[in-house]
T-cell receptor
Framework: DAGVIQSPRHEVTEMGQEVTLRCKPI?????LFWYRQTMMRGLELLIY????????DSGMPEDRFSAKMPNASFSTLKIQPSEPRDSAVYFC?????????????FGQGTRLTVV | QQQVKQSPQSLIVQKGGISIINCAYE??????FPWYQQFPGKGPALLIA?????SEKKEGRFTISFNKSAKQFSLHIMDSQPGDSATYFC????????????FGSGTQLTVLP
């Protein structure tokens, strides 16, 4: 398995533009997480899905952020409109719910820069 | 609310020395405590993990010590090597159906040659 795949790896966009980050979880995993990493706030959980259903989106900072998981093999995180303070590395992770020793596997991340 | 507190923020150790990173938690619903290692430009990767019914777990040069009554756990890296230079995150997973990870703030470890 190729692991969790995120795209793009780097994104530079202008303030006000829409940004879509993509994630392909590991095949067979049924939980998917979106994290944001910054120097100031560390790793923050934005939202997580179980069996394609959003369970907790309390970490989503504002209504400008939205996430979808239309099927078990694909998820998107959208920011519209983007702002400079959204600049961060966004990670997607997946795991197998039900496994007591749950390991979350992370993708390589998308480095977003909003100018 | 910071549910997992991690210290120190940064750590510099000589090659061959012992690196110690400490974490404390508040939520008694946590039932699994993994440590993640992150190299620059990469996502975090599981290093070692422990359940609260065990006081210590060792894998090679890496050891987790767990104190359930104090709600504290720590990572010890023996014979630290320059290749261990990375950011280390402790984490905790809550019991129940969600199994979401709550991370500490991270420790940037530098091992000098």
């Amino acid at each position: 398995d190729a692991g969790v795949i995120q795209s793009p790896r780097h994104e530079v966009t202008e303030m006000g533009q829409e940004v879509t980050l993509r994630c392909k979880p590991i095949s067979g995993h049924n939980s998917l997480f979106w994290y944001r990493q910054t120097m100031m706030r560390g790793l923050e959980l934005l939202i997580y899905f179980n069996n394609n259903v959003p369970i907790d989106d309390s970490g989503m900072p504002e209504d400008r952020f939205s996430a979808k998981m239309p099927n078990a093999s694909f998820s998107t995180l959208k920011i519209q409109p983007s702002e400079p303070r959204d600049s961060a590395v966004y990670f997607c992770a997946s795991s197998l719910l039900g496994d007591m020793n749950t390991e979350a596997f992370f993708g390589q991340g998308t480095r977003l820069t909003v100018v | 609310q910071q549910q997992v507190k991690q210290s120190p923020q940064s750590l510099i150790v000589q090659k061959g020395g012992i690196s110690i990173i400490n974490c404390a938690y508040e939520n008694t619903a946590f039932d699994y405590f993994p440590w993640y290692q992150q190299f620059p430009g990469k996502g975090p990767a599981l290093l070692i993990a422990i359940r609260p019914d065990v006081s210590e777990k060792k894998e090679g040069r890496f050891t987790i010590s767990f104190n359930k009554s104090a709600k504290q756990f720590s990572l010890h890296i023996m014979d630290s090597q320059p290749g261990d230079s990375a950011t280390y995150f402790c984490a905790a997973i809550s019991s129940g159906s969600a199994r979401q990870l709550t991370f500490g703030s991270g420790t940037q470890l530098t091992v000098l040659p």
